[in-house]
């Protein structure tokens, strides 16, 4: 289903009556109108928050293009559970419920240098993994990944969805030096120039260059479109494993908005590449849905604004001359 | 006194054996480590996080630059009372203690473009004012205000401060048109040649300038200081009515934070000169110490991160090879 456009124009008629001077919320104003829209419904609630987090490994490290050793995605996966990962304290924070989702840990991806990074079975379990994550009637749903060597993948998937070169997207990601980042840069090339035209299919370039978690995250969105549940994605690698639906139809991801917009480089040139709002700049670039949960008290307060506040008249406050 | 370093550095060293990625959490370490500062404090706390908002009303309405009459500002004071406005939700979501304190409601300041809008008795107790509303022990202080007409004192407070033209602090205020501000400026200019040389004294620019609200905002910044709070600063008016501090003293607002860039014009002028970090920027410009109760949220999961995270050791997590 779309947008519910008779829900977004009660809560616009409702905020120009509040007790404030028109538009003077800004981008709350934006995010509860949006939330009612995907909600379908004029006073959105936030009663059931979900934040997902998806976890893979990839064949792509034996490129070299990460400092950490793909044992640490277990490791993080094993630290979320325990609760002493930032997106534990994030989400609790902000009253969120958390899980965290393994995609075969043990079994990283082919190395997309080489060959497909999944096969088509592969690539349709994972994306089923993410469509199953999803509950009906969550009122708000925020996604994130773990993976060592990852941002590989998101710079490989943002340059073969909106051109490269590679440099332009590729990145520090958990903090290599410029060296590391120019390999990075080349490594992501080499796949481009292998898979060739068969990039043309968005489709195709999550299969042939994302992760089992970034497909998960593609999986978990289109649940979310067809269960009408607002969406936060995350930085960098969450948007790039989304933005596959944004070539495949052009308001593919109007029921998302972007928690924050990572310190990583190549998020930058993606959100504005996706024209989706973003509603936080923290210089942040941790992932594991770190910056969608901390985006959540942001439209939590929109919306407690929305609901809570006195109109003109309730107030007995003069309105413009 | 000034910032405790040793628990400055005590963050940094957590920070650091902490679950991710060094830096990876931006801003919100950035923001642990000066509350630690301010604190005196090696793990900072917010128990209690106060939001004080004064209400003032200005003669130089009389010069027709608010498109509100001045009657507004003890309409919403009762509002606030009330809990209708925007800064009760918003407080309330994030935790935050709210009070509203009027300051002579019924006496408006003089018009600053005939003679200074305070005498020198009517602005030390005005500071007086701001300064007994701070309450000692107080883990983080936002600031806020209301007055009809003190956008045009913020952009007179500013242009005296840092240079003009006005026309680069004049902005819309809460909803005036092109015309409107081009008159609001020249409103401005007036009373900058008006005052002329005595504008050189930082107070001085605050008792002819600034309202009995923005008098107590700074009278608050310092009792602040005095007694070791944070202070998350509003938008520009509550920026402007600080700003007289940093020209004293350059650390003298080394112990605040401003919540959120304001939409108003001036605001992200005064923000760079300020030398200070800015949270959030979601083009909003009301006032009301919205920006910085919306800010608390911030600092509530920075701290959660660094008081919850387990560190590397802890989680068994493999750190950089």
Not at 76 to 103: C, D, H, R, T, Y
Not at 122 to 139: H, K, N, Q, S, W
Not at 304 to 314: S, V
Request: glycine share 10%.
């Amino acid at each position: 289903p779309g947008a519910d456009v008779a829900a977004a124009a009660a809560v616009m008629q409702r905020q120009a009556i509040l007790t404030k001077p028109p538009g003077s919320l800004g981008v709350l104003e934006e995010a509860v109108s949006w939330l009612a829209a995907w909600q379908r419904r004029d006073m959105p609630r936030l009663d059931q928050v979900d934040v997902v987090v998806f976890a893979g490994n990839h064949g792509v490290t034996a490129q070299g293009i990460s400092p950490y050793p793909s044992s640490v995605t277990e490791q993080m996966v094993a630290n979320f559970e325990a609760g002493g990962a930032a997106i534990n304290q994030i989400a609790k924070a902000n009253g969120a419920a958390f899980s965290v989702v393994p995609l075969m840990l043990d079994r990283p991806t082919a190395d997309f240098t080489v060959e497909p990074a999944m096969t088509p079975l592969e690539f349709r379990r994972a994306l089923a993994v993410g469509y199953d994550a999803v509950v009906p009637g969550t009122d708000l749903l925020c996604l994130g990944e773990m993976g060592i060597g990852n941002t590989t993948a998101a710079a490989a998937i943002s340059a073969a969805l909106f051109g490269g070169p590679a440099a332009r997207w590729a990145g520090r990601g958990t903090g290599l030096d410029a060296d590391g980042v120019s390999h990075k840069a080349a490594v992501v090339d080499r796949a481009l120039a292998l898979h060739g035209e068969a990039l043309n299919d968005p489709w195709e370039v999550a299969r042939r260059l994302g992760g089992r978690e970034t497909a998960a995250i593609l999986g978990a969105v289109l649940a979310a479109r067809r269960h009408s549940i607002p969406v936060l994605l995350d930085g960098f690698v969450c948007s790039a494993a989304a933005a596959p639906l944004s070539k495949l139809l052009p308001d593919g991801l109007d029921h998302c908005m972007i928690g924050h917009v990572s310190a990583e480089a190549g998020h930058r040139h993606l959100v504005q590449e996706l024209h989706r709002p973003a509603l936080l700049n923290l210089d942040m670039r941790l992932g594991e849905g770190s910056g969608a949960a901390l985006a959540v008290s942001i439209v939590r307060a929109a919306v407690a604004c929305h609901t809570g506040m006195a109109t003109f008249t309730q107030a007995g406050v003069t309105n413009r001359d």
